[in-house]
């Protein structure tokens, strides 16, 4: 089970840290990422995890802005989101593999076998 928190409404330019605690089984050996998904839009890739080599991978919009990370003592993975614009509002999910993905797999909603429940982030002008 995947438990995220942390949403709300901000200002353009201003922060949020998602967390993404996990239960049940350990987000260590497999892959995970934020997905995001906009009013009619379809459920995006926002940035990804692998585990062992730590390697990130973000979407071009948030590049700079967006930190994703683990805390494995915690078994939690987070994204601190900087300087926010009204373009990133959607809500953030949290998403965790048993596999260690590369390629066009960590994009890809299949790949991740389990999913928290979402959680509203807001960024007015």
């Known amino acids: 089970q995947l438990q995220a928190s942390g949403g709300g409404s901000v200002e353009t330019g201003g922060s949020l840290t998602l967390s993404c605690a996990a239960s049940?089984?350990?987000?260590?050996?497999?892959?995970t990422a934020w997905f995001r998904q906009a009013p009619g839009k379809e459920r995006e890739a926002v940035s990804s995890?692998?585990?062992?080599?730590?390697?990130?991978y973000y979407i071009e919009s948030v590049k700079g802005r967006f930190t994703i990370s683990r805390d494995s003592a915690k078994n939690t993975v987070y994204l601190q989101m900087n300087n926010l614009k009204p373009e990133d509002t959607a809500v953030y999910y949290c998403?965790?593999?048993?596999?260690?993905?590369?390629?066009?797999?960590?994009?890809?909603?299949?790949?991740?076998?389990?999913w928290g429940q979402g959680t509203q982030v807001t960024v007015s002008s």
């Open positions: 995890n692998r585990p062992y080599s730590g390697t990130t």
């Open positions: 049940g089984f350990t987000l260590n050996s497999g892959s």
């Open positions: 998403a965790a593999s048993r596999r260690n993905l590369v390629g066009s797999l960590r994009y890809d909603t299949t790949s991740y076998t389990h």
